[in-house]
């Protein structure tokens, strides 16, 4: 009985594993020490205190304090801005729901870190596919892997394209920013849900919609943060940005996943690497 009640558990430690090895053998790096991550986390430190930062982004989702001081007004419902950009990161950057296993400290650069979905895949689901997923600059994904997918809102009259710039115009200096987060986990199934239409962006009373965003993941925790990615692990973003993250995860066809990063209207040929998670309290406002 012993055994059998820790399979699953041997199971999704030897996936972890194998999926953060390919990803640093990809770049030719070894995962770089806790000392690294420590250092940079210092960096980041230094250089948002006392200067005014709001909170920071992304975040362990199960902990709910939070001391930074800077508070702005929450963005309004997605249906009422406009979609602006969508893309995703090469494993969750939030830690929570079904994402809580960690996949180390990955080069230090954002790949081959972050966390993975904890469930367990089918040897079906997990077999490999002969063709590359993701320009094969960046780290290509693999059957098992996890992603972490942004989907990013304004309240500027825009239409949808690559990068943040694409969610800013010249008449809002300003504009509200709202970001929902998915996490889903790619699997070697073509009955699996299809990034494509996941994806699909029509334009409702006017306004840009990913209207098949998947809202059925259990209650998400919403909370005011910042924007992502490694290029602020030193440094503090600056955008204010009101997250929405579902707890659980969807299983994506890997197929539709190499079909939308091969044309898509964002630009998006890669799964960008992961910021490290914020946790200095001073970095993180409360989450109510």
């Given at each position: 009985m012993?055994?059998?009640?820790?399979?699953?558990?041997?199971?999704?430690?030897?996936?972890?594993?194998?999926v953060?090895?390919a990803?640093?053998?990809?770049?030719?790096?070894?995962?770089?020490?806790?000392d690294?991550?420590?250092?940079?986390n210092?960096?980041?430190?230094?250089?948002?205190?006392?200067?005014?930062f709001g909170?920071?982004?992304?975040r362990?989702?199960?902990?709910?304090?939070?001391?930074?001081?800077?508070?702005?007004?929450?963005?309004?419902?997605?249906?009422?801005?406009n979609?602006?950009?969508?893309?995703f990161h090469?494993?969750?950057?939030?830690?929570?729901?079904?994402?809580?296993?960690?996949?180390?400290?990955?080069?230090?650069?954002g790949y081959g870190?972050?966390?993975?979905?904890?469930?367990?895949?089918?040897?079906?689901?997990?077999?490999?596919?002969?063709?590359?997923?993701?320009n094969?600059?960046?780290s290509?994904?693999r059957?098992g892997d996890?992603?972490?997918?942004?989907?990013v809102h304004?309240?500027?009259?825009?239409?949808?394209?690559?990068?943040?710039?694409s969610?800013?115009?010249?008449?809002?200096?300003?504009?509200?920013?709202s970001?929902?987060?998915?996490?889903?986990v790619l699997?070697?199934?073509?009955?699996?849900?299809?990034?494509?239409?996941?994806?699909?962006?029509?334009v409702?009373?006017?306004?840009?919609?990913?209207?098949?965003?998947?809202?059925n993941?259990?209650?998400?925790?919403?909370?005011?943060?910042s924007?992502?990615?490694?290029s602020?692990?030193?440094?503090?973003?600056?955008?204010?940005?009101?997250?929405t993250?579902?707890?659980?995860?969807?299983?994506?066809?890997?197929?539709?996943?190499?079909?939308?990063l091969?044309e898509?209207?964002f630009?998006?040929?890669?799964g960008?690497?992961?910021?490290?998670?914020?946790?200095?309290?001073?970095l993180?406002a409360?989450?109510?």
């Amino acid at each position: 009985m012993t055994q059998i009640r820790f399979l699953p558990i041997l199971q999704a430690v030897l996936i972890t594993v194998s999926v953060t090895s390919a990803v640093l053998a990809e770049t030719g790096q070894n995962a770089v020490s806790d000392d690294v991550i420590a250092a940079q986390n210092a960096s980041l430190a230094a250089a948002t205190a006392g200067a005014g930062f709001g909170p920071q982004s992304p975040r362990d989702l199960t902990q709910a304090a939070g001391a930074n001081p800077v508070d702005f007004g929450e963005a309004p419902d997605v249906s009422r801005m406009n979609l602006c950009n969508i893309h995703f990161h090469h494993g969750a950057e939030h830690r929570g729901g079904e994402f809580t296993k960690y996949a180390g400290n990955g080069d230090g650069h954002g790949y081959g870190s972050g966390y993975l979905y904890t469930g367990t895949l089918t040897d079906a689901e997990l077999a490999p596919v002969d063709y590359k997923v993701g320009n094969e600059k960046h780290s290509t994904l693999r059957p098992g892997d996890t992603i972490e997918i942004h989907y990013v809102h304004t309240t500027a009259r825009i239409d949808p394209g690559p990068t943040l710039n694409s969610c800013m115009d010249e008449a809002i200096g300003n504009p509200q920013l709202s970001v929902v987060g998915f996490v889903y986990v790619l699997v070697n199934d073509d009955s699996a849900a299809n990034l494509q239409k996941l994806n699909e962006v029509v334009v409702v009373d006017g306004l840009h919609q990913a209207v098949n965003m998947p809202l059925n993941l259990g209650d998400p925790t919403r909370y005011h943060g910042s924007s992502t990615g490694p290029s602020f692990n030193e440094a503090g973003s600056p955008f204010q940005v009101s997250w929405t993250v579902y707890p659980k995860v969807v299983k994506v066809s890997i197929s539709s996943v190499a079909a939308w990063l091969s044309e898509n209207e964002f630009d998006e040929d890669h799964g960008h690497g992961v910021r490290n998670l914020i946790t200095n309290p001073d970095l993180l406002a409360p989450i109510n």
